[in-house]
């Protein structure tokens, strides 16, 4: 039994990954900024007029979607936001907290950087190059392989994860 629960599983992890859907677990906490996540990537995620299914839809955030602040309370699964121009209610479920900036650049050489690239690939394009021992970097709650989305100075880039620490 034990091992068709592991196949169940796999299989789930598997379609999820072919259809493009993340599986973040979600950290939501009040006052803080969020992203968009655990949708696919080509789907948006529903900012209602209420904290229920049912109720009317205000607008639309994209997946990644990042500046969606929990303004209160959260009841049940469902938490008061605002993004920007709209307020409303998403379910907690799709929203992840930005960690604050409390990440370094960790094992790179002196006369050497790291390279924040526009997406998690190392042949992507380079947005910005950070110096060893560079700090104030946050983790956005989007990562991939050996990548770690981050912010930093202004972009929003990918990074090796193993060239990055906790302060």
């Known amino acids: 039994m034990r091992q068709f629960k592991?196949?169940?599983l796999a299989c789930f992890a598997a379609l999820?990954?072919?259809a493009g859907v993340s599986?973040?677990?979600a950290q939501v906490v009040q006052g803080e900024e969020h992203c968009v996540v655990n949708i696919?990537?080509?789907?948006?995620?529903?900012?209602r007029s209420a904290g229920k299914a049912s109720a009317k839809v205000v607008t639309t955030l994209p997946y990644a979607r990042c500046g969606v602040v929990v303004t209160g309370a959260c009841q049940g699964s469902w938490c008061p936001v605002d993004a920007?121009?709209?307020?409303g209610w998403v379910n907690s479920r799709?929203?992840?907290m930005v960690s604050p900036?409390?990440?370094c650049v960790a094992g790179v050489a002196k006369n050497d950087v790291?390279?924040?690239r526009a997406f998690p690939a190392g042949t992507s394009r380079i947005l910005a190059t950070l110096k060893p021992n560079q700090c104030e970097i946050s983790f956005l709650p989007y990562a991939t392989g050996a990548w770690q989305k981050v912010r930093v100075e202004g972009y929003e880039g990918w990074v090796n994860k193993q060239f990055v620490s906790g302060q």
């Open 114 to 116: 790291l390279n924040l």
């Open 84 to 87: 920007g121009h709209h307020a």
């Open 23 to 25: 599986t973040v677990a």
């Open 6 to 8: 592991v196949l169940i």
């Open 40 to 47: 696919k990537t080509t789907d948006t995620l529903n900012l």
């Open 16 to 18: 999820s990954s072919v």
């Open 101 to 103: 900036a409390r990440y």
């Open 94 to 96: 799709f929203i992840s």
